[in-house]
């Protein structure tokens, strides 16, 4: 039985938790620094979904980031290769 993970969901709800603000008006096109995600929350929020995923996203992954999708397709693309 596969479930579908919403990863925009889950972005939104860590980056709520790290960052302690919401984040309403988030897309998967949402550029991370235009949000006023800086780099220590951004690499707690990815630590935070590799753990609730338990998948890893190397580190030379995390360095192409820009936009919040960018994020979300490295965790699925993750998923995909750990069923």
């Known amino acids: 039985m596969s479930t579908k993970i919403d990863t925009l969901d889950m972005f939104k709800t860590v980056a709520a938790r790290v960052d302690k603000r919401e984040f309403q008006h988030l897309t998967r ?24 995923l338990d998948v890893m996203i ?24 750990a069923v």
């Open 29 to 52: 096109e949402s550029v991370i620094t235009d949000l006023g995600i800086d780099s220590l929350s951004m690499m707690q929020i990815v630590g935070e979904m590799e753990t609730e």
């Open 58 to 81: 190397p580190d030379e992954d995390l360095v192409e980031l820009v936009t919040v999708g960018d994020l979300c397709d490295k965790v699925e693309a993750r998923l995909g290769k």
